[in-house]
């Protein structure tokens, strides 16, 4: 049961992603574009638990999935502090 949620969670990720990027695409809205690149990274997240809970459950790449996230949340605010000056 914990495989599908966690390939559920990444597939809807994903289309977040695809949407926000389409929407960024079309509008030229900058916020759209660092929204998309953030979900982008949530997705991979979410590859990373599938592989590391699921796949691999020997290794341990907790490290790695935490970092990714705090990149996407980096990036999210970056673009929320930015996109503020406008």
Not at 6 to 15: D, G, M, P
Not at 25 to 41: E, N, T, Y
Not at 60 to 76: G, K, N, P, T, W
């Amino acid at each position: 049961m914990g495989a599908a949620v966690y390939i559920l969670s990444t597939l809807v990720t994903a289309v977040c992603t695809v949407l926000l990027l389409r929407g960024y695409a079309s509008r030229r809205k900058r916020l759209l574009l660092w929204s998309g690149l953030c979900f982008a990274i949530f997705t991979a997240s979410n590859v990373l638990v599938f592989v590391d809970l699921v796949l691999l459950p020997q290794v341990d790449l907790f490290r790695y999935r935490l970092a990714s996230v705090a990149v996407a949340m980096a990036i999210l605010l970056y673009g929320l502090i930015w996109e503020s000056d406008r």
